[in-house]
């Protein structure tokens, strides 16, 4: 054990029984002080990933992350049909990071009971189409068997609609089309109900089988209203919708163009929002470790002040001021090193509860989720713990060459 190692033990586990040292609250403060910076730091980390992934995951599970549809509008300005056909979605296949293709029509119609009615978007999907995250929504009845080649009359309702028009799980309800000709109707019988909390979706979504979406629209089997894609990494999703755009060149043998979308772009309000979310999370870290740095380095300065008779001792013994320093140094290492690991017990333990347990609850009208999410990156959590680190020891090592200041026959003499 080094000499500098040594003294800086002793006057970290120094407990003045007489109660004359005035710097052991300050010690307890900055290590305090660290320890609370830090847990904010993580809390605020596993929040803001948590609220992200939540929200973006509801978003891209309702919208996918990439979307073909066709740019040419007919007549009464309706979007024209997508030409689905195996041509196409083998030309998706090959771009590499594709993870799954699924087809999917719209049509708008009016779901009605004898009390009231409501305007909808009716989503048609088939066997192909990834329903994972309706199951997580699902708060009642089960998940429709929606087919590409039978009608089943089968509907899944948000829990907004189906509240607002008063029907429940096994209720049968009309729906009514336009088309150019006449109105049409068809029956269905509510198999499930969800709710995703997004205010956009739960109000204007239906979902019923793609069959009956294309008779409606009097499409056949291989028209729709476009293709949903999801890829393998989120992160790669800017650069897949870039090269996938050689879809949007040309025609189809029924002169739609194409364009090719991804849900940054789609629903580019909600990631928007989200972005800024980022920043915050930049200004209550910077804040953080300014606040865990000023209470260590106000701590230094009063042990050093306390240890001044001290510190002129060891210059007369021979001491270099380097010496010295090297031994507040380390003093000051174990102070933050404790702080920190308080700091992280605290930190991750308060996240493990509102995990477990969402003792924390949110407004779901309000924040998409009814309770406060967390995500753990152990990267980023490594991270944080490595610069805060860093930092304080920077500023303790500039903090230390006060010691420096003054002779050694003076600050001997000092009371």
Same mark, same amino acid.
Request: charged share 20%.
């Given at each position: 054990?080094?000499?500098?190692?040594?003294?800086?033990?002793?006057?970290?586990?120094?407990?003045?029984?007489?109660?004359?040292?005035?710097? !052991?609250?300050?010690?307890?403060?900055?290590?305090?002080?660290?320890?609370?910076?830090?847990?904010?730091?993580?809390?605020?980390?596993?929040?803001?990933?948590?609220?992200?992934?939540?929200?973006?995951?509801?978003?891209?599970?309702?919208?996918?992350?990439?979307?073909?549809?066709?740019?040419?509008?007919?007549?009464?300005?309706?979007?024209?049909?997508?030409?689905?056909?195996?041509?196409?979605? !083998?030309?998706?296949?090959?771009?590499?990071? %594709?993870?799954?293709?699924?087809?999917?029509?719209?049509?708008?119609?009016?779901?009605?009971?004898?009390?009231?009615?409501?305007?909808?978007?009716?989503?048609?999907?088939?066997?192909? &189409?990834?329903?994972?995250?309706?199951?997580?929504?699902?708060?009642?009845?089960?998940?429709?068997?929606?087919?590409?080649?039978?009608?089943?009359?089968?509907?899944?309702?948000?829990?907004?609609?189906?509240?607002?028009?008063?029907?429940?799980?096994?209720?049968? %309800?009309?729906?009514?089309?336009?088309?150019?000709?006449? @109105?049409? +109707?068809? !029956?269905?019988?509510?198999?499930?109900?969800?709710?995703?909390?997004?205010?956009?979706?739960?109000?204007?979504?239906?979902?019923?089988?793609?069959?009956?979406? !294309?008779?409606?629209?009097? $499409?056949? #089997?291989?028209?729709?209203?476009?293709?949903?894609?999801?890829?393998?990494?989120?992160?790669?999703?800017?650069?897949?919708?870039?090269?996938?755009?050689?879809?949007?060149?040309?025609?189809?043998?029924?002169?739609?163009?194409?364009?090719?979308?991804?849900?940054?772009?789609?629903?580019?309000?909600?990631?928007?929002?989200?972005?800024?979310?980022?920043?915050?999370?930049? @200004?209550?870290?910077?804040?953080?470790?300014?606040?865990?740095?000023?209470?260590?380095?106000?701590?230094?300065?009063? %042990?050093?002040?306390?240890?001044?008779? @001290?510190?002129?001792?060891?210059?007369?013994?021979?001491?270099?001021?380097?010496?010295?320093?090297?031994?507040?140094?380390?003093?000051?290492? @174990?102070?933050?090193?404790?702080?920190?690991?308080?700091? #992280?017990? +605290?930190?991750?333990?308060?996240?493990?509860?509102?995990?477990?347990?969402?003792?924390?609850?949110?407004?779901?009208?309000?924040?998409?989720?009814?309770?406060?999410?967390?995500?753990?990156? $152990?990267?980023?959590?490594?991270?944080?713990?490595?610069?805060?680190?860093?930092?304080?020891?920077?500023?303790?090592?500039?903090?230390?060459?006060?010691?420096?200041?003054?002779?050694?026959?003076?600050?001997?003499? &000092?009371?």
């Amino acid at each position: 054990m080094s000499f500098e190692l040594f003294i800086a033990k002793r006057i970290y586990a120094d407990k003045a029984k007489d109660g004359k040292q005035f710097s !052991r609250p300050a010690i307890r403060i900055a290590m305090f002080g660290v320890a609370i910076g830090l847990a904010v730091m993580i809390v605020s980390l596993a929040v803001v990933l948590g609220f992200k992934h939540e929200v973006s995951s509801k978003v891209t599970g309702f919208g996918s992350h990439i979307q073909v549809l066709s740019l040419t509008q007919n007549q009464n300005y309706e979007m024209l049909p997508v030409l689905a056909n195996d041509t196409l979605i !083998r030309k998706v296949r090959k771009v590499r990071g %594709i993870d799954h293709i699924q087809k999917f029509a719209t049509k708008i119609g009016i779901l009605k009971t004898e009390e009231n009615f409501r305007g909808l978007t009716f989503k048609g999907v088939g066997e192909d &189409y990834d329903l994972s995250f309706f199951e997580k929504c699902l708060v009642d009845g089960k998940i429709p068997k929606f087919s590409s080649k039978e009608a089943t009359n089968e509907i899944l309702l948000s829990k907004q609609v189906a509240t607002d028009l008063g029907v429940k799980v096994g209720d049968k %309800i009309f729906a009514y089309f336009m088309s150019e000709e006449s @109105m049409k +109707a068809r !029956r269905f019988k509510v198999i499930g109900i969800f709710a995703t909390n997004m205010k956009d979706y739960d109000r204007n979504y239906a979902l019923i089988d793609i069959y009956t979406a !294309r008779k409606l629209n009097g $499409w056949d #089997n291989e028209m729709a209203s476009g293709l949903e894609i999801t890829v393998n990494d989120f992160e790669q999703v800017d650069m897949l919708t870039n090269k996938l755009q050689f879809i949007h060149q040309g025609t189809d043998r029924n002169g739609v163009t194409y364009g090719v979308f991804s849900i940054k772009d789609i629903a580019a309000h909600t990631f928007a929002w989200l972005a800024v979310l980022d920043m915050n999370v930049i @200004m209550i870290l910077v804040l953080m470790i300014l606040v865990s740095t000023f209470t260590v380095v106000s701590g230094l300065l009063i %042990i050093m002040l306390e240890r001044i008779n @001290m510190i002129g001792t060891l210059k007369v013994l021979g001491a270099t001021n380097k010496a010295v320093r090297r031994i507040f140094i380390n003093f000051s290492i @174990m102070l933050v090193g404790k702080g920190m690991l308080w700091g #992280n017990v +605290a930190g991750l333990l308060l996240c493990w509860l509102q995990q477990s347990f969402h003792l924390i609850s949110l407004d779901a009208s309000v924040y998409y989720i009814d309770s406060v999410p967390i995500k753990f990156d $152990w990267l980023l959590i490594v991270a944080v713990n490595v610069v805060t680190l860093l930092i304080s020891t920077l500023v303790i090592w500039g903090s230390s060459h006060f010691i420096s200041i003054g002779k050694p026959s003076q600050t001997i003499r &000092y009371e």
